[in-house]
């Protein structure tokens, strides 16, 4: 188990566009598994490439049914909206208000650089948007409709509040 440190707002890295991949190597493999390792060390739902320093277009999620990897994904469709509360493990201890689709279709690459689509609801569906989102340089903060807030430790993670 590899841990990369998690980059934190005003970090250059976060405001980037990331570069697609190309090619899977052992390289990008490894980068992958140390990604997951560590969203869970993190409690998190969701982490981009460059939120550990990485400009590429990768980005890992889990909100509770397994690991997702999502290479190049690209989002095709988009309706409905949800709003609720959204954190990023890149602004430790705050939350805010964001609005966003409630469904969304995607495709991607996996591991194996083979294309795939997934469709998403509710939770999967925001985390998607917000790990997107960091792919072209944007954090949630953008989206906030009034203040960010303090979370306690244990709500500090890429989530919405159950409610
Ligand atoms: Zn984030």
Same mark, same amino acid.
């Given at each position: 188990?590899?841990?990369?440190?998690?980059?934190?707002?005003?970090? +250059?890295?976060?405001?980037?566009?990331?570069?697609?991949?190309?090619?899977?190597?052992?390289?990008?493999? +490894?980068?992958?598994?140390?990604?997951?390792?560590?969203? /869970?060390?993190?409690?998190?739902?969701?982490?981009?490439?460059?939120?550990?320093?990485?400009?590429?277009?990768?980005?890992?999620?889990?909100?509770?049914?397994?690991?997702?990897?999502?290479?190049?994904?690209?989002?095709?469709?988009?309706?409905?909206?949800?709003?609720?509360?959204?954190?990023?493990?890149?602004?430790?201890?705050?939350?805010?208000?964001?609005?966003?689709?409630? /469904?969304?279709?995607?495709?991607?690459?996996?591991?194996?650089?083979?294309?795939?689509?997934?469709?998403?609801?509710?939770?999967?569906?925001?985390?998607?948007?917000?790990?997107?989102?960091?792919?072209?340089?944007?954090? /949630?903060?953008?989206?906030?409709?009034?203040?960010?807030?303090?979370?306690?430790?244990?709500?500090? +993670?890429?989530?919405? +509040?159950?409610?």
């Amino acid at each position: 188990m590899a841990l990369r440190q998690i980059r934190i707002m005003g970090d +250059e890295k976060l405001e980037k566009v990331c570069r697609p991949v190309t090619e899977m190597t052992p390289r990008t493999k +490894e980068l992958i598994r140390d990604m997951l390792d560590t969203l /869970y060390d993190a409690n998190g739902v969701g982490l981009a490439a460059p939120q550990v320093g990485i400009l590429r277009r990768i980005v890992v999620i889990d909100i509770g049914d397994g690991p997702l990897v999502l290479i190049n994904p690209v989002i095709l469709e988009s309706s409905g909206e949800q709003t609720g509360q959204e954190g990023c493990l890149s602004l430790p201890g705050q939350a805010g208000i964001v609005t966003r689709p409630n /469904y969304v279709k995607i495709k991607a690459l996996n591991e194996d650089m083979e294309e795939f689509e997934l469709e998403g609801t509710e939770l999967l569906a925001r985390a998607i948007c917000h790990e997107c989102d960091h792919l072209d340089g944007i954090m /949630y903060v953008r989206h906030v409709e009034g203040e960010l807030f303090e979370v306690t430790a244990d709500e500090d +993670e890429e989530k919405q +509040e159950e409610s």
